[in-house]
Structure formats: C-alpha cells, structure tokens
C-alpha cells in the first residue's frame, strides 16, 4: 500500500515537470514571437491570451507547496473548462461554438506532446513547417 502511493506521487511529480516542460516552452516560443516585432489581428491576440493565461497557471503551480502543485494541475483543466463553456455559451449558434471549442480542445492535447522532454524545446514548426497552427 505505502508501494502505491509513493509511485503515485512519482508518477504525479513526473507529469508535472512535463506540464512545465511544455509550459515553459510554449510560453517562450509565444515571448520570441512578440519580441520579433508587433502582429495584428485576432490570431496574434489569442496566442498571446493564451501564453498569458498559461504563464498564470504554471506560476499558480509554482506557488504551491510541491506535494500540491500535481493536484493544482488536475484541477485546472476543469475551471478552464467552465469558463470555455460559459463563453461559448454566448456565442451564436450559426458559428457552430461547440464544434469550435471540440477542436481547440483537441488540438491542445495534442499539442502537449509537441514538447521534447529530453531537451525542453518546442518541435511543432519542425513538423509543420511554420510556427503555429491555428484551429480557432
């Protein structure tokens, strides 16, 4: 039983440094494109909504205690989520909110696995010859 647990908090401890791997690498690849210059437009504004919200959680998790900071981490996704949700939910119809926000979902889990876990960078614009996939 006490075998259990300790492999349980590793396993915890272990998908936490990959958040903040991925985190950390996603927030910086966000902070390189700002500093190339000024963009316009709704796609440069979402990505940098999304870095900063992502810059708040992962420096949420930081301030925890480190045997909490997994369990902050499990739980983010749910706020998120009713948020998403309350949002959407003030969104027309005819612009299809549900299928929209589906797709974004699944495009940030896949993008977590975007992130090299030996060496901390961002590989996406390799495989996909640019820097960003928008599926807003």
Do not use: W
């Not at 990959?18 to 927030?27: K, Q």
């Not at 930081?62 to 909490?68: C, G, L, Q, S, W």
């Not at 299809?96 to 495009?107: F, G, Q, S, Y």
Request: proline residues 4%; contains cysteine; charged residues 30%.
């Amino acid at each position: 039983m006490c075998g259990d647990l300790e492999e349980e908090d590793r396993l915890g401890e272990e998908l936490y440094a990959r958040f903040l791997r991925t985190a950390n690498a996603l927030i910086a690849r966000q902070r390189r494109a700002a500093a190339a210059g000024p963009g316009a437009g709704r796609h440069v504004y979402m990505d940098e909504l999304f870095a900063d919200t992502l810059e708040r959680l992962r420096r949420d998790n930081e301030a925890a205690e480190p045997e909490e900071r997994y369990a902050r981490l499990a739980s983010q996704p749910l706020v998120l989520a009713r948020l998403t949700g309350l949002l959407a939910g003030h969104l027309a119809l005819n612009e299809d909110p549900l299928r929209k926000v589906m797709e974004a979902l699944l495009h940030g889990y896949a993008e977590a696995e975007t992130v090299e876990p030996d060496h901390g960078h961002d590989h996406a614009h390799h495989r996909h010859g640019r820097d960003h996939d928008h599926h807003h």
